[in-house]
């Protein structure tokens, strides 16, 4: 995965591909090893897929890319080896179902850590079942909120102040978003697109009505 850069490289569909390809050797035979956990770390892959910075929560990094928790992969795969039916198309189905329930459930008590991403994607099969849901770096900075906003830059000791380069608020993804002057004619015309001002509630729902929209429309420049 070291030839995934951020900037450069395959797209995301296809670091999630490479991904799936190694995440298949972590899982293979995992009825039989489950409970080590060394073996499964496989949080600097997450960071590839996403093409995100460093300081991003796993949980974070799950959900924007809809790589379900290996954790959560090896559970279903151990469940599906001891049941009888365990085979069959109508098991697999329904302990997914339940795989991405206890992941909805494992992202709904995730208090410490996500919580700008939290906001964004509060329903976490709403963004899997999205067929055109992609990440990439600039999209990954909007998500999480880790990117080249001064708020985070001065928390992580990068920059001396927090704020905005443009006016005098502080440099949240939110601002930036939302608020700050430097963006508002960028911002008119997405309100123009979707008949409504955007926000923290309705800035995801807009983004997986349709690619282009998710493609064009929301970038940081």
Known sequence: MRLTSNLRGPGSRKREMLYNVV????????????GGTEQQRNR???????????????????????IIPIELI??????????????????????????????????????????????????VDDWLKCRHRKTDYYLSQILTGHGSFTAYTNRIGKTDSDACRYCSGIDTTAHTLFECPRWQ?????????????????????????DEKRLANNIHIH
């Open 44 to 66: 600097k892959m997450l960071i590839r897929v996403a093409s995100a910075y460093r300081t991003v929560s796993t949980r974070a990094l799950q959900v924007i890319t809809g």
């Open 185 to 209: 004619i960028e911002r008119n015309r997405v309100n123009a697109v979707i008949g409504s001002d955007l926000s923290t509630e309705n800035i995801v729902r807009f983004m997986l009505q």
């Open 74 to 123: 090896i559970e279903e795969r151990q469940i599906l080896y001891h049941r009888e039916d365990g085979s069959t198309e109508a098991a697999k189905r329904e302990e997914r179902e339940n795989t991405i329930q206890k992941w909805q459930d494992i992202w709904n008590q995730t208090e410490d850590v996500a919580q700008w991403t939290k906001q964004l994607i509060p329903q």
């Open 23 to 34: 995440q298949s050797i972590l899982v293979y035979g995992a009825p039989i090893w489950h």
